[in-house]
């Protein structure tokens, strides 16, 4: 069954450093989505992305964070300047047209700041 | 005013039971959809079930059901025939899909966690 891939899985950086975390949505999809969800609270949406552009993005999303298709597969999310509070679990999904347009998410990626 | 409201932080249920999950929502969108993930402690987030405004029946998947309430905003999820497996985080979603035809953002409840006890 085709899934979202998340690499990598465990990201540890020092504060004030720039961070990628990689994606591969489903093939088939074309709508794509980053939600964080810090230790212990609920997930929170960051930015969904369709046609190559974004078409959504939440209060979270600031300057120091982009996302970036660079080609045909891969989704990524970038943060410039990581600082303490940006430590998370960072969730792509995909979702494609058709019913209840369900996202698919991945295993995720554990950011941790120090 | 929180979208999605998961009044139960946290249930025991025995083995082979069934358990019911509580999620109340508010929205003004005529047009949402609902669904439910779960997380276990490996952290991915799997997604279970969806129910569709407009859906006249309950959704079903397996073991999973949706008891759709609309006049009260409810959309409990019901885990038949509870198995240790079955032991993670529940989080119910709504997707408001007026204003575009897909890809909108989800919004989380604060989830519910499960605990089957053999």
């Known amino acids: 069954e085709p899934e979202v891939t998340q690499t990598p899985s465990h990201q540890v950086t020092q504060m004030g450093q720039e961070v990628i975390l990689r994606c591969v949505p489903i093939?088939?999809?074309?709508?794509f989505y980053w939600y964080r969800q810090i230790l212990g609270q609920k997930v929170e949406f960051l930015v969904s992305?369709?046609?190559?552009?974004?078409?959504?993005k939440s209060e979270i999303f600031d300057d120091q964070f982009s996302v970036e298709r660079p080609d045909g597969s891969n989704f990524t999310l970038k943060i410039r300047s990581t600082k303490l509070e940006d430590s998370a679990m960072y969730f792509c999904?995909?979702?494609?047209?058709?019913?209840?347009?369900?996202?698919?998410f991945g295993a995720g990626t554990r950011l941790s700041v120090l | 005013a929180q979208k999605i409201t998961q009044t139960q932080p946290g249930m025991f249920v025995q083995e082979k039971e069934a358990v019911t999950l509580d999620c109340t929502y508010d929205?003004?969108?005529?047009?949402?959809?609902l669904f439910w993930y779960k997380q276990p402690s490996s952290g991915e987030m799997i997604f279970l079930i969806y129910?569709?405004?407009?859906?006249?029946q309950n959704a079903t998947e397996g073991r999973y059901s949706l008891n759709f309430q609309k006049a009260r905003k409810s959309a409990n999820l019901v885990i038949s025939a509870s198995q240790l497996g079955d032991s993670a985080m529940y989080f119910c979603?709504?997707?408001?899909?007026?204003?575009?035809?897909?890809?909108?953002?989800?919004?989380f409840g604060g989830g519910t966690r499960v605990l089957v006890k053999p």
């Open positions: 929205t003004s969108d005529p047009s949402y959809g």
């Open positions: 129910q569709g405004s407009y859906d006249q």
């Open positions: 992305f369709y046609n190559n552009e974004i078409s959504e």
């Open positions: 093939s088939n999809h074309l709508y």
């Open positions: 999904a995909s979702s494609r047209r058709g019913t209840g347009n369900i996202q698919y």
């Open positions: 979603a709504m997707r408001e899909e007026s204003y575009k035809a897909a890809g909108n953002k989800l919004t």
